[in-house]
């Protein structure tokens, strides 16, 4: 009997994830050994602390949606910028106190959270950054390594 309900358990949990997509936070990702997530729709959560990204490298495959949830932990605004180098430039001057709703791009209050979506269509490295004044130079930046 037990091992009738684990099964049921189980294909229910791998139907949900095929049909809602499937979430991980950075901390599971890393322990994990890496893995690339996707393809299809994933939630990231992103960590801010001490003006820190909570981690710096994040592999999915292409085709991938992640759907990014920016916890911002600290008492001063950040941003989370992704994108390829031309988004970078747009904001190299960190002018806009905050963004409208654009795929890649949310600003994020003191202690609040934001959300963002980006669908990685192609492989590559691309850059996820916060370019509000001094942010970037202090270090608040990773990559997305898209795998084909």
Not at 14 to 21: D, E, K, N, P, R
Not at 66 to 93: K, Q, T, W
Request: hydrophobic fraction near 45%; charged fraction near 15%; include cysteine.
């Amino acid at each position: 009997m037990r091992w009738l309900v684990r099964s049921a358990l189980a294909i229910v949990v791998a139907a949900s994830t095929a049909f809602v997509g499937y979430s991980v936070s950075a901390d599971e990702h890393a322990a994990a050994s890496n893995p690339a997530l996707g393809p299809g729709l994933v939630t990231v959560d992103v960590g801010i602390h001490y003006s820190q990204f909570s981690f710096s490298t994040l592999r999915v495959r292409t085709g991938t949606l992640v759907r990014f949830l920016v916890h911002n932990d600290d008492p001063i605004h950040h941003e989370f910028i992704v994108g390829d180098a031309s988004v970078h430039a747009r904001h190299a001057h960190g002018s806009e106190a905050t963004h409208p709703p654009v795929p890649g791009e949310v600003s994020v209050a003191p202690n609040d959270i934001g959300e963002t979506f980006y669908r990685f269509d192609r492989p590559g490295r691309f850059l996820f950054a916060c370019h509000l004044p001094g942010h970037l130079a202090y270090g608040m930046k990773g990559w997305v390594v898209v795998e084909a």
